[in-house]
Structures are given as structure tokens and as C-alpha cells.
């Protein structure tokens, strides 16, 4: 755990930030030790102060009023100021996790790679929006305080000690004289307290993680019906998905009884630990007071101190829930990140060169599934430009599992491509992905309205060119267009896409499947009117795609037959 914590820490206090971030935390801290010695003077006014009321001095008491409003104003502006530059300090610090998490996600396709390989790192969102902000939170919390602690401890446990003098012990006839006796006392105390803390709420750890994946699950199967509404409403399915939200609910319920129980347990032990810590510095102090060997604020500033140094040293006993919490973030943030890293080492088996002549060549390419059965054995395949493949097949033989290892996203394939150099390649999926915003960036997506020069008068003449002339006037009207598209319309706006983005290879992965045939038809005849030179390969299971084709690649079973149409 304690690896663990320190690989998750150590980045952003190496980083390119490092000074700033180093240099904000020193003035938090700096502010901290100054509260620490306010609270002393505070502490050295309460004898003072109870002195006074006890020999009836009036003439020093609004003196004091003043000296107390002058330390308690100045403790307000430091505490104040104290939070808030840590909360800068964590919005930079979450900032810059949040930044390296992200890059190492979505590069190299990791988000997509992390489903093929499997593994523990379920929930990727919410380790990213909830996890890093909650170990950046704690962390800072618990270091800073653990340092203010420390401060406290050795500031009032100097004052403990002298406050409290020598105690007389006899045992079998020796005497012992324990100087600052209270001060041993408390130490003790609070050291066997903090173990039995440990020993009463160690579940809270795991049962803190249950917690938290558990909650993701219920949230997840939710967003997965809002993602499907249509799907699901067609298969009148709400008996069922009740069935699922019901089922993960109770797996929140039943770990949150728990987790309720665990706290309960140790809420006992902590406060019951607290009252007594009340009693205890009256307990000890009192004969030294009734012996008049103490007056009334001596009385008053030595409980002020047992208190500060009672307080500093179960700072684990009061902290424990939040260590716990902590200890769960940890461990799922470091699973998560073991396991991007493992996903950013995987290699594509699949070697890619610029070809010298402007062709397409596959050449020996092997495809497997992560089981090791093959998909596709030593294919060799050449695209002139001009040229057009379709590639046909069973279901499950592997048609879009070769346009994936083509994209250099599927990871289980060995072989060799040659792309023409300088060749700009798309793919179009079987479902194309609309982001949500304007029509403008669903239409421009990958690209951004920021990043391209593409007027709006060009965008309308893609839409008229691929049947959509409807949708021009709408360019700036930000919707979920997934939504309120049909699944044909979708794919015609992705057709417009190629026209816009002007590709020179093109991978077509059941991209009119959802089209009419005559529809489909105009399509295919409009790439080639636009792009005579477009090296092109669709995936399909029509018949009348045939015509639209060079050559014929059929799939079988790990065999495949190429020939000219």
C-alpha cells in the first residue's frame, strides 16, 4: 500500500510543476506552524486570564479581553487563508493527474485496448472524475494535518511537561519520581488508543472499496439503458433491466449495511476514547491542585495542553474512517493505472511501412482471437489506386476484426501493410459516433470547428450531395443528434464526412447497411464520381455491393479466396 501510494504521489512533486507546487505547499504548512503557536500563546493566556478571575483583578481583565480578540483575529485570517491556499493547491494538483490519466486513457487507443484484455479495472470514469480528486482531497488533508499534529506535539507537550511536574510513586517500599508524568500518561494513552482504532475499524478498508465499485455498477447498468432507451423499448424490456437495477442495488444496500455496522463500532470506540480524554487531565491534575501547589489557570492551561497533546497524538484514532478511505482509493487508482500501463506496453504485432508506389499492400497479414484461434492465415493482398475490395464472409469469421487490425487497434494480428506515403485513411464503422453539440461538429467530427477552415456553405453541399439538404439549415443547432437521426441518415452524414475530410484509403466497415440499395448505390457511385483514385475496402453482406468492386476477398474459417470480379 504504502508503493502504491508513493508511485500515485510522487508524480506531480517531480513534475514540470514541481517548484510552484512545493513552493504553495511550504506556505500552507508555514501558515499551519502559525496557528500552532497561536494556539501556544492562547494556551499561556488561559493562565494568565483564569488567574485574574481567581484573585478578582479587574484592572487586567479587558486587557486581556483585548489580547485575546488580537490572538483569535489573527488565528482567523491564518486558518482561513490556510484552507483556501490548499484548495488552490489541490485544483492544481487534481488538474495535473487529471491531465496525465487522460492522455495515458485515450492514447494509443487505451480505452478501447483496456476491453480487449480484460483485467480488474472496472469503471474507468469514475477513477478518473471521483477517485483522483478524492486522493488529491485526503491526501493533502491528512499530510497537512499530520504535520500540524506534529507541530502541536512538540510545542504543547513542552508545556504539558513543565505544567505538569514530578509524581511520587512508592512500589515496594522504593519511591519513584516520574518527571512530566502527565505528559507519559498521555502518550500512552493515545498509543494504545490508536491500536485498538486499527483493531476495531481495519474492515472499513475493503468494505470502503466494495462501496465505491458497487455504486459504479448500479450507475453504469443505468447509463447503459439511457444509452439503449430505443432497444429496449421496442423489446418491452423493463421488466428486466428492473430485474438488473434491483440486483445491483442491493449489492449497494447490503455492503452499505455493513460499511454502517463496521462505523457504528469504531464511532463507539472514538467517542466513548474522546469523553474520556475530558476526564482524564481533571483526574490527573487534581491533587496537585487541591495541595495548592497549582492555582485555578495553571489548572485550566494544563487541561488545554493535555487536550493539544491528547489531541496531536490520536490524530490515526480520529482520522482512522478517513485513512480507510483513502487506503480505497489508493488501491483502486494504482489497479487502474498497473493496468493502463500493462495496455500502453502491448504491442500491434503489425509492421507498417510507406509504400513507394501509390498502392495498398497486405502482405502475410495473420489475425487471431485473444483465445489464439485464428481468424485469417497469411493474407496477401494489393490495391492499386483506383482500386476497391469487398470483403465478404459468415458472421463471426472475421471481417471486422480485419478492418480492426488494418486501424492498428486490435492487438492479436502479425503481418505486414505498406500505405502510400503521405495517404490520408478513414474508416467508417457500421454505426457511426455522433457527438453531442452541434450539427457543425458531428458533421466535422474527428476534426474541430476550430481546427478547420471548412466554411458552412461547404458543409451544406456535402449534406445536399449525400441526401440530407434538410439538415443545412440546422448546422448550429446543438442536440444529440444520435438520437434524433435515423441509423440511415447517420450514415449519410458519415458519407459527407468523407467528402469533407477527402480521404485517399478508405475502410468501409458495413457502412450502408442501413441504407435501401438504391440508396447504398448512390453512395458508393458518388465516392467514385469525387475520388476516381480512392483505394477503398468494404466490409458487406449484399450481393449488390458486388458490382461496386474490384476484387472479392471471402473469409472462412481461417482460409480465405481473393479474386478479381
Do not use: C
Not at 487534481?94 to 480505452?111: A, E, F, I, P, S
Not at 470502503?208 to 447509463?223: G, I, L, T, V, Y
Not at 449497494?252 to 482524564?280: D, P, S
Not at 482512522?320 to 498497473?338: C, E, M, N, P, W
Amino acid at each position: 500500500m504504502i508503493k502504491d501510494f508513493w508511485l500515485l504521489f510522487r508524480g506531480y512533486w517531480s513534475s514540470e510543476e514541481k517548484w510552484k507546487a512545493r513552493g504553495l505547499l511550504g506556505v500552507v504548512i508555514a501558515m499551519n506552524f502559525a496557528m500552532v503557536y497561536l494556539l501556544v500563546q492562547l494556551n499561556d493566556w488561559y493562565n494568565t486570564f483564569y488567574n485574574a478571575l481567581q484573585n478578582y483583578e479587574a484592572e487586567s481583565f479587558w486587557g486581556l479581553i483585548g489580547q485575546f480578540s488580537a490572538i483569535a483575529f489573527t488565528y482567523i485570517i491564518i486558518a482561513v487563508y490556510a484552507v483556501y491556499l490548499r484548495q488552490l493547491l489541490q485544483i492544481k494538483w487534481r488538474t495535473w493527474m487529471t491531465r496525465r490519466y487522460l492522455d495515458n486513457w485515450m492514447g494509443k487507443q487505451v480505452y478501447y485496448r483496456m476491453q480487449l484484455t480484460g483485467g480488474a479495472a472496472d469503471n474507468p470514469d469514475q477513477r478518473i472524475s471521483e477517485d483522483i480528486g478524492s486522493f488529491v482531497n485526503i491526501t493533502l488533508q491528512l499530510l497537512i494535518g499530520f504535520l500540524k499534529q506534529l507541530t502541536t506535539l512538540a510545542a504543547f507537550g513542552v508545556v504539558l511537561w513543565e505544567l505538569s511536574g514530578d509524581y511520587t510513586l512508592e512500589l515496594g517500599g522504593m519511591t519513584f519520581v516520574i518527571g512530566g508524568y502527565m505528559f507519559w500518561f498521555s502518550l500512552i494513552y493515545s498509543g494504545v488508543g490508536t491500536w485498538l482504532a486499527h483493531k476495531v475499524g481495519r474492515k472499513l478498508i475493503g468494505l470502503n472499496f466494495d462501496q465505491q465499485k458497487f455504486e459504479a455498477d448500479f450507475r453504469f447498468n443505468m447509463m447503459r439503458v439511457r444509452e439503449n432507451s430505443e432497444s429496449i423499448a421496442f423489446y418491452r424490456g423493463e421488466p428486466s433491466e428492473m430485474e438488473g437495477f434491483l440486483d445491483k442495488f442491493k449489492r449497494v444496500i447490503k455492503n452499505y449495511r455493513e460499511l454502517m455496522t463496521k462505523t457504528k463500532h469504531l464511532n463507539f470506540y472514538v467517542n466513548g476514547y474522546a469523553q474520556l480524554a475530558v476526564i482524564v487531565p481533571l483526574i490527573m491534575a487534581a491533587p496537585r491542585y487541591f495541595s495548592g501547589a497549582m492555582q485555578l489557570g495553571g489548572l485550566m492551561q494544563t487541561i488545554s495542553a493535555f487536550d493539544r497533546v491528547q489531541g496531536a497524538l490520536s490524530y490515526f484514532v480520529d482520522a482512522y474512517d478517513t485513512i480507510a478511505q483513502l487506503a480505497s482509493v489508493i488501491s483502486r487508482l494504482s489497479g487502474f493505472t498497473k493496468h493502463v500501463d500493462e495496455t500502453l506496453e502491448l504491442k500491434d504485432g503489425v509492421e507498417r511501412e510507406e509504400a513507394s508506389a501509390h498502392s495498398l499492400s497486405i502482405e502475410n497479414l495473420t489475425v487471431e482471437l485473444p483465445s489464439k484461434k485464428i481468424l485469417l492465415d497469411g493474407l496477401n493482398v494489393e490495391l492499386r489506386e483506383g482500386e476497391r475490395l469487398l470483403v465478404t464472409g459468415a458472421s463471426g469469421s472475421g471481417k471486422s476484426t480485419l478492418l480492426r487490425t488494418l486501424a492498428g487497434i486490435w492487438l492479436y494480428a502479425k503481418g505486414l501493410l505498406k500505405i502510400p506515403r503521405g495517404a490520408r485513411v478513414m474508416f467508417l464503422p457500421q454505426r457511426p459516433y455522433l457527438p453531442l453539440g452541434t450539427l457543425k461538429r458531428a458533421l466535422l467530427y474527428p476534426q474541430s470547428e476550430a481546427d478547420t477552415a471548412i466554411t458552412d456553405e461547404r458543409l451544406s453541399t456535402a449534406l445536399n450531395e449525400v441526401g440530407l439538404p434538410e439538415l443545412s439549415s440546422k448546422l448550429d443547432v446543438a442536440d444529440d443528434w444520435s438520437r434524433i437521426l435515423s441509423l440511415g441518415e447517420q450514415q449519410r452524414l458519415a458519407f459527407a464526412r468523407v467528402l469533407l475530410s477527402e480521404p485517399t484509403v478508405l475502410f468501409l466497415d458495413e457502412a450502408t447497411s442501413a441504407l435501401d440499395e438504391p440508396r447504398e448505390r448512390e453512395m458508393y457511385e458518388l465516392l467514385r464520381k469525387k475520388f476516381p483514385a480512392l483505394i477503398l475496402v468494404s466490409v458487406g453482406h449484399r450481393s449488390t455491393l458486388v458490382e461496386q468492386h474490384d476484387q472479392l476477398l471471402s473469409l472462412n474459417g481461417g482460409a480465405y479466396t481473393l479474386k478479381e470480379i
